[in-house]
């Protein structure tokens, strides 16, 4: 796969399993920055280890990043990477194919507010800072740095951010990710991408999905139970999708107690 990503002539490129290591370890020990990231690259025999390099060997600048991750991206290698792992966790039957929780996550976009300025440029006003007072619309308005995020809250109350929703597929034995999605944000995604999370799944056997309130809703209960899903849903208090049918197994209660894995 790797090889598929560079060509055969030119200067040499960083080895891109590098380069992944060293993003899981920012990940891992929650460095802040990728400049950090190298300034720890420098000093940690750790770090230098685990991602392949020698203790005097040159670590490369921070824009290595920046270059390299559309090319990451656009080759599909972080979904390669995530079955990779998925396959070596399924081998060593760490998946019960049976029991699921689904949960989405707002992912804050890197574009400020006063980005997020009219989608006609004759009626933009200023570099965009002070919006106080006006209307604005995902409809109207988009960002000028970052245009396929969107303006949203998850619950009211909450201040709207310019964001995307992260959807995460759990797998209820041993709390592993068995499916993930990024998508724009709106009010159906997160059934959307919970419905699609399960078909990406495959097979025909009859599994349960955990989920909190705000997957009862009647649509996404009834595509479930059209797909063999049993929902296992918290139900809101008031017009719930879910009946005695399926809280009366004690099943239910445990998909529901478990679920609440996903969140941490």
Known sequence: HFSTMYSAFGRPSIPPEFLLRAL????FY??????QLIEQLNYNLLFRWFVGLGMDEEVWVPTVFT???????????VQEFFRSVLEQAR???LLSEEHFSVDG???????SQKSFQPKDPEDRQGDGSDFRGQTRSNDTHASVTDPDARLYKKAPGEASRLAYLGHVLMDNRHGLIAGEQVTTADGTAEVDAATQLIDDLGGTQRITLGADKGYDRHGFVE???????????ARKRKGSAIDG?????AGYAM???VRRRIES
């Open 91 to 93: 081998g060593q039957d």
């Open 245 to 249: 049918r399926t809280t009366r197994h």
């Open 30 to 35: 929650s460095v802040r920055s990728e400049r």
């Open 255 to 257: 998909s529901i107690h």
């Open 105 to 111: 996550t707002l992912l804050e976009a890197w574009a």
């Open 24 to 27: 899981l370890l920012q990940i």
């Open 67 to 77: 270059k390299n991750r559309d090319r990451l991206l656009d080759h599909g290698t």
């Open 223 to 233: 595509d479930l139970r059209d797909r063999n899903v049993t929902p296992h849903v």
